[in-house]
Structures are given as C-alpha cells and as structure tokens.
C-alpha cells in the first residue's frame, strides 16, 4: 500500500522558514516524480514545485521562485520542500504527490498519489 507522509508544518512568522519533508513508501520511490502542491481556504489546490525522478529537474510556480526549493533523497525516499521568506500568502495546507514513471506537470491530475497534508501558517 503506497503511503505519502508529510511533515514539518507549523506556525511560523513572516519572513521566516519551514522544511517539509514527504516519506514515501510501499512504491519503488525513484520510479516517480515528485510534487508539492498547497490549498488554501477558499481557494482551488494549486501547484508549488515538482522535481523528476532523479532530482535534476525540478520546475516551481512563480509565486515561489526564488524562495522555496524543492529536492529529494532517494535512499531515504524521503522528498523536501524548503520554503524561505515565509509570506502570509503562504499559509495552506500542503501536500506531497507522486507521478509514476513520466515527466513533471504541474497539473495535480496528473499525480497518482497523495499525501494527507500538513498545515502551514505564516502570520504577519
């Protein structure tokens, strides 16, 4: 049973940093592509950053650039989402997907698995 674990979320001030992690397991982890999207209330999910399958690769949503980094440990099957200069646009929660065996989208149709979410909140 494939199972996407997120963790790190939290309460965090403007301007400041929070690591997510997303374990993996029951699927060969580096057979897939991997993604953090968040949602915020309100609103629809939305896509953050994807990297592929060896790490090379990774691609981020604008509002993002520049501030958050995505990477990934295969021998950990463990995927991270660095997220610095923390706004309170930020606030979500945010969950860690998987896409077998094919290229990065940023389209959350696309992935096959999910995770159950973290809450992050930035306060101003």
């Known amino acids: 049973q494939v199972q996407l674990v997120e963790y790190g979320g939290g309460l965090v001030q403007a301007g400041g940093s929070l690591r997510l992690s997303c374990a993996a397991s029951?699927?060969?982890?580096?057979?897939?592509?991997m993604g953090w999207f968040r949602q915020a209330p309100g609103k629809e999910r939305e896509f953050v950053a994807a990297t592929s399958r060896s790490g090379s690769n990774t691609y981020y949503a604008d509002s993002v650039k520049g501030r958050f980094t995505i990477s990934r440990d295969n021998a950990k099957n463990t995927v991270y989402l660095q997220m610095n200069s923390l706004k309170s646009e930020d606030t979500a929660v945010y969950y860690c997907?998987?896409?077998?065996?094919?290229?990065?989208?940023?389209?959350?149709?696309?992935?096959?698995?999910w995770g159950q979410g973290t809450q992050v909140t930035v306060s101003s």
């Open positions: 997907a998987a896409r077998f065996l094919v290229a990065i989208t940023t389209i959350a149709n696309g992935y096959d698995y």
């Open positions: 029951g699927l060969t982890f580096s057979h897939y592509a």
